[in-house]
């Protein structure tokens, strides 16, 4: 079925963009919050990448102990994405103010890749240094204890959303909580923890046993690390996006619109076309004729007046972006010659469907 409009980030309120910052003390919490989260001791904030709202719905039987905390959905950001997402919620900003506009980002012609930060010229960390392509304090600048996957301390993705952070890495998923439990007991009044299991599962194997099987252990793990945490502490947990079952959404760019593109950025479900020289109307046009069937195709201008990334787009945002978005519907994607991202994936995100969009923000304190 045809969504009719897309869901935008509730910049306002419930938005992974307000977490942060209300965490740490500097703004008031999301309506969704219970009100005695802020007389808590101390705060967990644990990112499940991928952990959507309505796949948590779905599977619920499977997670009771997240089916039982308290809170409600909130939005995350556009594109619906792991790098902007993320960098969305540590530095408590909309990708329009941070930068990392996406997965695939137009720099001076080449995409970056900002999970690897490399460019098809290879690593970009010296070239491109992620310190000025993301120039905005994680953590309003504070320097918590981070826990995350130990191969990602030093990518340049990490130095350009974590910078300035205290590394406590796990190496497996069982000694996350041992870890957070560790910064806790040292008297760290916030820690982050972040781990993207189901992303990955879901992306492979899509919605069926597998992902089940790591819904369940990810769900026990929240529930070794609530038992594990002094009285007082409270345990908020969130996520970067949802994700959508693409299996037969593969869709491949008319020829008249490749005829009028550049070159393009973004990813399978959040397309940017980069026109050729006085040709965007024109690929504005024949993107909207030929795919807003199984698309919401909008200039750049569009997105932005309508805040799809934020109230404020700074110069060096708008300079990555292209000139039209094709940002799939329902179960769609969009090939790409110049993307590697295998076509064979099944689970997929970075479009503004509520599959997508709806994250959870649950909360534990006792």
Request: hydrophobic share 40%; proline share 6%.
């Amino acid at each position: 079925m045809v969504t009719d409009e897309p869901v935008l980030p509730d910049w306002a309120d419930r938005c992974v963009t307000r977490l942060v910052p209300a965490l740490v003390g500097l703004e008031d919490l999301p309506s969704v919050a219970p009100d005695s989260l802020g007389d808590a001791s101390a705060v967990v904030l644990v990112v499940i990448d991928g952990l959507g709202w309505h796949q948590l719905q779905q599977f619920a039987s499977v997670a009771p102990t997240l089916s039982m905390l308290d809170g409600g959905p909130i939005t995350t950001v556009a594109p619906s994405t792991t790098s902007a997402a993320l960098t969305s919620i540590t530095t408590g900003t909309a990708p329009g103010e941070h930068g990392i506009v996406g997965y695939r980002i137009d720099v001076d012609g080449e995409n970056l890749n900002c999970l690897s930060w490399r460019t098809p010229s290879g690593d970009a960390r010296e070239r491109i240094p992620p310190e000025s392509f993301q120039a905005i304090e994680p953590f309003c600048g504070e320097r918590p204890v981070v826990v995350q996957n130990a191969p990602f301390q030093k990518t340049g993705f990490t130095r350009a959303h974590l910078r300035g952070t205290r590394q406590q890495n796990w190496r497996t998923l069982p000694t996350l909580p041992v870890e957070v439990r560790r910064a806790v007991a040292a008297g760290e009044p916030f820690v982050y923890a972040y781990y993207d299991g189901i992303d990955k599962i879901a992306h492979e194997f899509g919605f069926g046993e597998h992902y089940e099987a790591e819904l369940a252990t990810v769900d026990r793990m929240i529930g070794d690390l609530m038992m594990m945490l002094p009285r007082g502490v409270a345990v908020v947990v969130t996520a970067d996006h949802g994700l959508v079952d693409c299996t037969d959404g593969r869709t491949e760019l008319h020829g008249d619109v490749w005829a009028l593109t550049n070159r393009s950025s973004g990813e399978a479900r959040f397309r940017w076309l980069h026109a050729e020289p006085g040709r965007a109307r024109d690929l504005l046009d024949a993107a909207r004729h030929h795919h807003a069937d199984r698309a919401w195709v909008v200039s750049a201008e569009q997105a932005i007046d309508e805040r799809w990334f934020g109230r404020v787009v700074s110069e060096a945002a708008r300079a990555r972006l292209g000139d039209v978005a094709v940002a799939a519907r329902d179960h769609w994607f969009f090939t790409d010659r110049a993307d590697a991202t295998p076509d064979w994936l099944i689970g997929r995100h970075g479009s503004l469907s509520e599959a997508e969009m709806r994250v959870p923000m649950l909360c534990h304190w006792s």
